[in-house]
Antibody, heavy 124, light 111 residues
Framework: QVQLQQSGPGLVKPSQTLSLTCAIS??????????WNWIRQSPSRGLEWLGR?????????NYAVSVKSRITINPDTSKNQFSLQLNAVTPEDTAVYYC??????????????WGQGTLVTVSS | DIVMTQSPLSLTVTPGEPASISCRSS???????????LDWYLQKPGQSPQVLIY???YRASGVPDRFSGSGSGTDFTLKISRVEAEDVGVYYC????????FGQGTKLEIK
C-alpha cells in the first residue's frame, strides 16, 4: 500500500517561495506506472490540479496553465520523494496542498493515494 | 480549460434511499479510444479525497457496488443505490481528458 507523507512550512510570506515535500513509501518515484502530483484546495478555487512529474525512460513534467510560470515539481530519487516549489506567492495561494499518486495504468491521472494535506497560509 | 458543473450542490438523503449526482462538462470527454475520461471522488469530512469511479463507469478497488457511474460525452451521473451513513461527504467529478479540472462538489448529508 502506497503512503505519502507531506512536510513543509504552514506559513509563507507574500512574494516568497512555497516549498513542500512528499515522501513516498510503498512505491518508487521512478515507477513507470505512476505519476506524482500536487493538488490544492481552497474555498474560493475548489480543488485545483497544479502539476506532476513522472519517469518514462526520462523525466517529464506537466503543469497547470494557471501556475505554469511559477511552479517547479522535482523528483528526488535518492530520498524517494518529490517536491513542490511555487514562487512569488500571494494570499490567493493560501490553500490546503495535497500530494497524490496517479496510477497511469487506469487512466491518465487516477489519484489513488493522497498525502494528508498541508494548510499553507500566505501572510506577512 | 474544461469546465465541470455539478448538480445539485447539496443533497440530504434518508439511509437506505438512493442518491444521484449529475456532472456536466463544457466539452465532450469521450476519447477516440471509446472511453469517457471522467472520474468521481469522495472527500469525507476531515480526509483527503478518495477515488470511487474512473473512466466514467469503472469502480475503483474496494469501492462498494452500491456506487455506480454512467453517462457519456458531456453528461454523467454518479448513483448510490442505498445510501449509508459512511457515505457522507463531498462528491467531486473530475475530467482527465486534458489537465484535470474538478466540479465544484456536491455535499451529501444524512437525514
Amino acid at each position: 500500500q502506497v503512503q505519502l507523507q507531506q512536510s513543509g512550512p504552514g506559513l509563507v510570506k507574500p512574494s516568497q517561495t512555497l516549498s513542500l515535500t512528499c515522501a513516498i513509501s510503498g512505491d518508487s518515484v521512478s515507477s513507470n506506472n505512476a505519476a506524482w502530483n500536487w493538488i490544492r484546495q481552497s474555498p474560493s478555487r475548489g480543488l485545483e490540479w497544479l502539476g506532476r512529474t513522472y519517469y518514462r525512460s526520462k523525466w517529464y513534467n506537466n503543469y497547470a496553465v494557471s501556475v505554469k510560470s511559477r511552479i517547479t515539481i522535482n523528483p528526488d530519487t535518492s530520498k524517494n520523494q518529490f517536491s513542490l516549489q511555487l514562487n512569488a506567492v500571494t494570499p490567493e495561494d493560501t490553500a490546503v496542498y495535497y500530494c497524490a499518486r496517479g496510477d497511469t495504468t487506469k487512466d491518465p491521472y487516477y489519484f489513488d493515494s493522497w498525502g494528508q494535506g498541508t494548510l499553507v497560509t500566505v501572510s506577512s | 480549460d474544461i469546465v465541470m458543473t455539478q448538480s445539485p450542490l447539496s443533497l440530504t438523503v434518508t439511509p437506505g434511499e438512493p442518491a444521484s449526482i449529475s456532472c456536466r462538462s463544457s466539452q465532450s470527454l469521450l476519447n477516440s479510444n471509446g472511453f469517457n475520461y471522467l472520474d468521481w471522488y469522495l472527500q469525507k469530512p476531515g480526509q483527503s479525497p478518495q477515488v470511487l469511479i474512473y473512466l466514467g463507469s469503472y469502480r475503483a478497488s474496494g469501492v462498494p457496488d452500491r456506487f455506480s457511474g454512467s453517462g457519456s460525452g458531456t453528461d454523467f451521473t454518479l448513483k448510490i443505490s442505498r445510501v449509508e451513513a459512511e457515505d457522507v461527504g463531498v462528491y467531486y467529478c473530475m475530467q482527465v481528458l486534458q489537465s484535470p479540472t474538478f466540479g465544484q462538489g456536491t455535499k451529501l448529508e444524512i437525514k
